[in-house]
């Protein structure tokens, strides 16, 4: 099994592991150095995109140095490579967005002006339309990393994943962003499990967690279809409430002036489909050309 070397992604694979070997499979466990853990100093986006974490270690799968590879979802391009499988997804942890500060203020209590660290153009957008006199400035390095450079003072609050906090049990202040609001990322929260076709794919099947892999395949669909990288602000969030499910999601200008948003309640009868036409609708509501900006810009900076 092949894991990046941050706490975090360790954390992550140790979770896979536990439940392999509850099932009976025993597992080796091999740490992988890719690009986005040694440009530090960039922003993701002009490292590689989407999948920089993902790309290396799929070729180690691909030649058969590894069998098998844990991954945050919501780091996985929607264009995987044919010989690779997602062969179980995990059952989600929190998707939600937290706001980290020394004293665990709210967003609307940050002073004016306030300077807040992400690494997500996503977040960035979001934040700058809730709060457009906020100071965005770009966020990089491991959980550890971003939490020491907000305790030297680098920036007044950090947004990160709930998640990752829950996961490595940090004892950090925080407030939990409102999800109507900031809807989170494809993914946040699930973590999958990733084999070559017809390898391990079999032992691997008996940890997928099905109400967990519906959800982010019906997030994934957003991804695919709008054409989603790690320079378009979008959002995608689904989950079943009251035996309907919930499905939003939505797309920004970088500057988070502008956005469409769709928020529907379907049957989950045959929701595939119904989620395929929402994704056709949010592109033709201007979606993509809200994406296509994005990269336009970002490509010119």
Same mark, same amino acid.
């Given at each position: 099994?092949? @894991?990046?070397? #941050?706490?975090?992604?360790?954390?992550?694979?140790?979770?896979?592991?536990?439940?392999?070997?509850e099932?009976?499979?025993?597992?080796e466990?091999?740490?992988?150095?890719?690009r986005?853990?040694?440009?530090?100093?960039?922003?993701l986006?002009?490292?590689?995109?989407?999948? $920089?974490?993902?790309r290396?270690?799929?070729?180690?799968?691909?030649?058969?140095? $590894? !069998?098998?590879?844990?991954?945050?979802?919501?780091d996985?391009?929607?264009k995987?490579?044919?010989?690779?499988?997602?062969?179980?997804?995990?059952?989600?942890?929190?998707?939600y967005?937290?706001l980290? @500060?020394?004293?665990?203020?709210?967003?609307? !209590?940050?002073?004016?002006?306030?300077l807040?660290?992400? @690494?997500?153009?996503?977040?960035?957008?979001?934040?700058?339309?809730?709060?457009?006199?906020?100071?965005?400035? @770009?966020?990089?390095?491991?959980?550890?990393?971003?939490?020491?450079?907000?305790?030297?003072? =680098?920036? !007044?609050?950090?947004?990160?994943?709930?998640?990752?906090?829950?996961?490595?049990?940090?004892?950090?202040?925080?407030a939990?962003? =409102?999800?109507?609001?900031?809807?989170?990322?494809?993914?946040?929260?699930?973590?999958a499990?990733?084999?070559?076709?017809?390898?391990?794919?079999?032992?691997?099947?008996?940890?997928?967690?099905?109400?967990?892999?519906?959800v982010?395949?019906?997030?994934?669909?957003?991804l695919?279809?709008?054409g989603? #990288?790690?320079?378009?602000?979008?959002?995608?969030?689904?989950?079943?409430e009251?035996?309907?499910?919930?499905?939003?999601?939505?797309?920004?200008?970088?500057?988070?002036t502008?956005?469409?948003? $769709?928020?529907?309640?379907?049957? $989950?009868?045959?929701?595939?489909?119904?989620?395929?036409?929402?994704?056709?609708?949010?592109?033709?509501?201007?979606?993509?050309?809200?994406?296509?900006?994005?990269?336009?810009?970002?490509?010119?900076r």
């Open positions: 099994m092949g @894991s990046r070397g #941050s706490p975090l992604a360790l954390r992550q694979t140790e979770m896979a592991l536990d439940r392999l070997r099932a009976g499979v025993e597992t466990l091999k740490i992988v150095k890719t986005g853990d040694i440009f530090l100093d960039k922003p986006h002009q490292v590689s995109g989407r999948g $920089i974490f993902v290396e270690i799929d070729e180690r799968m691909i030649s058969g140095e $590894i !069998d098998v590879a844990v991954h945050s979802m919501k996985l391009p929607s995987r490579p044919k010989e690779i499988c997602i062969a179980a997804v995990l059952p989600r942890d929190s998707p967005d937290v980290v @500060s020394e004293e665990g203020v709210a967003l609307e !209590d940050l002073e004016k002006n306030a807040v660290g992400t @690494s997500s153009m996503r977040r960035a957008a979001q934040l700058k339309r809730a709060r457009p006199d906020l100071m965005v400035r @770009s966020l990089r390095g491991n959980l550890q990393t971003r939490l020491r450079k907000l305790s030297e003072g =680098d920036y !007044d609050a950090i947004v990160l994943a709930e998640a990752g906090i829950q996961r490595m049990k940090i004892d950090a202040k925080y939990v962003l =409102d999800p109507e609001e900031f809807v989170p990322s494809a993914n946040q929260g699930a973590v499990v990733a084999t070559v076709a017809g390898l391990a794919e079999e032992a691997v099947r008996q940890i997928d967690h099905g109400p967990t892999r519906m982010t395949e019906c997030e994934r669909i957003f695919e279809t709008v989603g #990288s790690c320079v378009v602000p979008m959002a995608a969030h689904a989950n079943v009251n035996d309907e499910l919930r499905v939003v999601a939505e797309v920004l200008s970088l500057d988070g502008r956005y469409v948003k $769709i928020d529907e309640r379907l049957p $989950i009868d045959g929701h595939i489909q119904k989620v395929k036409m929402l994704s056709k609708k949010l592109v033709e509501m201007g979606g993509r050309d809200l994406a296509e900006e994005a990269v336009r810009i970002v490509e010119t």
